[in-house]
């Protein structure tokens, strides 16, 4: 087996998956949080009504 293929095997698509997550999160922080808040007081506001 190759060095490359055993590399290839070590890696964790799952992990990469989350890691990839995370960064775009960390980008986009600002606005996932807004957002946030903007569901939460709709759900708040419809749960009122």
């Known amino acids: 087996m190759r060095r ?3 590399h290839h095997l070590k890696e964790n698509p799952l992990a ?3 890691a ?3 960064n775009t999160l960390r980008e986009w ?3 996932v ?3 946030a ?3 939460v007081s709709g ?3 419809l749960a009122g009504y």
């Open 4 to 6: 490359a293929e055993r």
């Open 43 to 45: 759900l708040l506001g």
């Open 33 to 35: 949080s807004i957002i």
């Open 20 to 22: 990839g997550w995370r």
């Open 37 to 39: 808040v903007v569901v």
């Open 16 to 18: 990469q998956f989350i």
């Open 29 to 31: 922080r600002r606005a």
